[in-house]
Nanobody, 125 residues
């Protein structure tokens, strides 16, 4: 069974930065794709950034150039560096793992596992 624990959220002003972290257990981590999703109030959960097992990445258009996803296979960790935060980035952020490889696109959450409590990011103007 996949377990994840997200951390690093908080409240920042517009233009600020945060770094989210996620530790994943219960899988052969290096074989999996990892993704960050977010759910804003009243909206569906959507993908933000993905990193495949070979290190290739894909980003949502709204965060491209501002967010960076990375992974540490020795520590079973995935990170999301978020810079130049905007009010629209306010959401609960989740990480999850998938055994599939996603080439050049950001998938839905359908084939991802390990949904945790998430970490709240609040950006104020």
């Amino acid at each position: 069974e996949v377990h994840v624990a997200e951390s690093g959220g908080g409240s920042v002003q517009s233009g600020g930065s945060l770094r989210l972290s996620c530790v994943v257990s219960g899988i052969t981590f290096r074989r999996y794709s990892l993704s960050w999703f977010r759910r804003a109030p009243g909206l569906e959960r959507v993908g933000v950034a993905l990193i495949n097992r070979d290190g290739t990445t894909t980003y949502a258009g709204s965060v491209k150039g501002r967010f960076t996803i990375s992974r540490d296979d020795d520590k079973n960790m995935v990170y999301l560096q978020m810079n130049t935060l905007k009010v629209d980035d306010t959401a609960m952020y989740y990480c999850a793992a998938s055994e599939y490889y996603y080439g050049g696109y950001l998938p839905t959450d359908e084939n991802f596992r390990g949904w945790g409590q998430g970490t709240q990011v609040t950006v104020s103007s």
